[in-house]
């Protein structure tokens, strides 16, 4: 299957950098279009007592603008929905609809709505609701013309089938990518999170040893670095 376009959902700004920012940089190397749909501003995030509460979500999305250029990405979609409380809604799932059908990704890059428990982190509540609504988006909202029937009635945004999910931090995975050769551009990528990785000590070794362990399960060897994926047929 040729891929020319893909869409990464995500609950929060950073998401997609931590998870997927060595394979979202070789996707974009190869000459493909990848979108994002972050569905908070991150708003509860960052460390700095001193910044105002109401200037984070500014500070966040222009991370994230400046984070995706790092990858090759521009085509950001922000949400705008509250951190720490998002829920799987008719709403959110009617909003990531409108996205893939603007989009009309062939794959589409989600968070594992399953919790795992080898790594909490990956699943805070915001993660795994906004991957339960995006899969529910895929299918079967997107696809169906009478699902959100205003997306059609009042913004001419037909039906879209999307024929594959990669999920990150699924509890079970069944596809590696090696992307060591892309670690400098996911690394500059978090780097640009300046509000949520500025206080991380040895951000690149932490992030390093978290990838060279994916690669060694992955077979790939013990100098390479790789991130996982459950790759699901949506078609």
Known sequence: MDIERILVVTAHPDDVDFGAGGTVRKWTEAGIA?????????????VDRDIPRSEIPKIRR????TAGKALGVSDIHFLGYKDGDLQVTQDLRRDISRVIRQVKPQRVLIQSPERNWNRIYSAHPDHLAAGEAAIFSVYPDARNPFAHPSLLADENLDAWTASEVWVMGAPEVNHFENVTEYFPHKLAALREHDSQTAHMEDLEGRVRGWMSATAIEAGFGEHALAESFRVVNSA
């Open 34 to 46: 990848v979108s994002y749909c972050i569905c908070t501003d991150g708003d509860a995030g960052g």
């Open 62 to 65: 222009q991370e994230q603008i």
